[in-house]
């Protein structure tokens, strides 16, 4: 692996870890082509990223991914 590569895989991870958002975005959304198995991923993607509530879902994610994290530093503390 060269230099630039790593050097853009280091900014990608950070960009990944300033914005939790994109992976509560991601992981819902394969979370829910994987359970529903659309015949057309295409159109389920079209309708699954416009859908007026996804933000206050990815809202809710967000928190719960929150909660989780704040969870495991207490338990980590502990041992």
Do not use: W
């Not at 230099?3 to 300033?18: A, F, P, S, V, W």
């Not at 079209?46 to 206050?56: G, H, Q, R």
């Amino acid at each position: 692996m060269g230099y630039t590569d790593i050097k853009t895989r280091i900014g990608n991870e950070k960009y990944l870890r300033d914005h939790p958002e994109v992976e509560c975005l991601v992981a819902g959304f394969l979370g829910d082509v994987l359970t529903k198995r659309p015949d057309s991923v295409r159109e389920f993607a079209a309708e699954y990223f416009t859908n007026p509530s996804l933000p206050e879902t990815l809202e809710k994610q967000l928190a719960g991914r929150q909660e989780k994290l704040k969870q495991n530093r207490v338990i980590q503390s502990l041992t």
